[in-house]
């Protein structure tokens, strides 16, 4: 299993670290979709990149908590193992195919790059296993694609090799940021699907960072939504989706009736959602909150209410779960 335990983070900066994520926990389990959603600059990426210490050298640091991948934490983890877990035990995808590889190198030899780093194979074995990644991510005549270079190719192609390079080494775990937000909508489903296919023949557990709800209706299996650096709400996509507890969520939710449609992003809620460094000591949400009060004006910890696999941040939440009131009220924050 790999688990996140309260992991706080802070940036550097010449006038001292700003925190940008506090206090986040969940765990990813093999077979299984977490969906981690969010307003933009909420801290998902910095989130998901901190699970392969990859924010580091831009500064992003462990202020708090650990990452646990079979009992042992990422963060003290030796260099040479750590580069054995990153696309050995756990890749990456990220959001911006274009980008992610390089250049001036044939997508055969990174494909090649990858498999060697990771598995020991002779070299026939390589070349073979490297035309087999691209025909499980759909990508034909793979004898060609290899030697092509990254600007030959599509978006949609690049983001299928991302994906045959991050399923390279048999890995247990895949992060997903935004996987297809920067592709055209027409290839945008098809990448969904193959990730879907590969997620489950593969047994992998994944975590996919949206701002899609109805991504996270159609794909996964439990739910985070995140708030300002913080996970304001987390359980099961059933649970969350029909009682959700936090009026962030609600809100998010009560915006959007269609909000199961695939491709919309998340709500305008009125109001500005503080920046990092620019949190209140109270509930983050509070100032756009139509239930903040005097209590809310103090720290608020995860607070279980339907079950122990169902939290959310709020002290009202006891209150809120099932009141109609509470309904009307928060679709009155929507814009
Ligand atoms: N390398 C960085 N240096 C400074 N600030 C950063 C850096 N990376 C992210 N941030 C800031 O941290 C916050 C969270 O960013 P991010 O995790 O990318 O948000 P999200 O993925 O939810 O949109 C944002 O306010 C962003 O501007
Ligand atoms: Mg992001």
Redesign the pocket.
Known sequence: MLKIENLSLA?AASNGDKP?VSDVSFELVPGRVLGLV?E????????AQSILRL?EH???KRSGGRILLDEQDIFTMPEAQLRKVRGGRISMIFQEPMTALNPVFSIGAQLVEVIRLHLDLSRQATEERAAALLADVGLQDGKTLLTQFPDALSGGMRQRVLIAMAMAAHPDYIIADEPTTALDVSVQARIIDLLRKLQRDQQLGMLL?THDFGLVAELADEVAV?YAGQIVERGSVHEIFEQPAHPYTRALMHCRPEMAEKGKELPAISGQVP??GDWPTGCRFAARCPLANQACTQPVSENAWANDKHVARCVHVDAITGTKTTETKNSEACT
């Open positions: 940036i940008a969010g933009s600059g909420c801290g998902k990426t910095l989130t924010g831009q500064g992003i960072v995140m920046a990092p």
